[in-house]
């Protein structure tokens, strides 16, 4: 069984701090896609990144950054100098990289950045 | 670039009637899902679809649930009759089936269910 774990439920921060995000996930697979989404107020699922298991490189997307340690079975999520459009709910989730690879999500962490 | 759509956006429906959720996938695209979100909870997979057929669901997905590919573009989501806990955010997924590929998520129905 998959499971994906986002102990974070809410989070504050002032505009231009940085922020975190952390997610820890359960696997038997040896392959499989890691994901970030983001959900903004008005509901839609935005997709931020999808990883393979076998690429352990982090990676850096404008303000965004992603570190990947397979050894703790963590994908966590930097915010650097948060926005005030920053403010959503987080998913963190994953599938096997193989089968049908239903998407297992984590249950969010609700990030608000005060002005 | 394409996209996966769904339709209608919201729907509000009474306790025991029938409702369809419908969804465009993207054309090419060989499996399809539908997922769900509870006001304020986590994403749940309740179904995926290959082949004309259910390939996986999950135990949410019961007799009241089911899925169809009426015709070459849309995957619809039929609830028999609807109960207030089936009030949800419903997620309409589609992905090619080619190697590495990956789930294109439609923009959601918000299911109210009075």
């Known amino acids: 069984a998959q499971k994906v774990t986002q102990a974070q439920t809410e989070i504050s921060v002032v505009e231009k701090e940085d922020v975190t995000l952390d997610c820890v996930y359960e696997?038997?697979?040896?392959?499989?896609?890691l994901f970030w989404y983001k959900q903004p107020p008005s509901g839609e699922l935005v997709f931020l990144i999808r990883?393979?298991?076998?690429?352990?490189q982090n990676e850096i997307s404008g303000r965004y950054s992603w570190n990947f340690q397979k050894s703790t079975s963590s994908f966590n999520f930097t915010i650097t100098a948060s926005q005030v459009v920053d403010s959503a709910v987080y998913f963190c989730?994953?599938?096997?990289?193989?089968?049908?690879?239903?998407?297992?999500f984590g249950t969010g962490t609700k990030l608000q950045v005060i002005p | 670039e394409p996209e996966v759509t769904q339709t209608p956006s919201h729907q509000v429906t009474q306790m025991g009637q029938e409702v369809i959720l419908r969804c465009v996938p993207i054309?090419?695209?060989?499996?399809f899902y539908w997922y769900r979100q509870i006001l304020g909870q986590k994403v749940e997979f309740l179904v995926s679809?290959?082949?004309?057929?259910?390939?996986?669901k999950s135990e949410i997905f019961d007799d009241q649930f089911s899925v169809e590919r009426p015709d070459g573009s849309n995957f619809t989501l039929k609830i028999r009759s609807t109960k207030l806990e089936d009030s949800a955010m419903y997620f309409c997924?589609?992905?090619?089936?080619?190697?590495?590929?990956?789930?294109?998520f439609g923009p959601g129905t918000r299911l109210t269910v009075l």
């Open positions: 990883r393979n298991s076998f690429d352990e």
């Open positions: 679809f290959y082949n004309n057929e259910i390939s996986e």
């Open positions: 054309s090419n695209h060989l499996y």
């Open positions: 696997t038997r697979d040896t392959t499989y896609y």
């Open positions: 989730a994953l599938s096997s990289s193989g089968g049908y690879q239903k998407v297992t």
């Open positions: 997924a589609s992905r090619p089936g080619t190697v590495l590929d990956t789930q294109y």
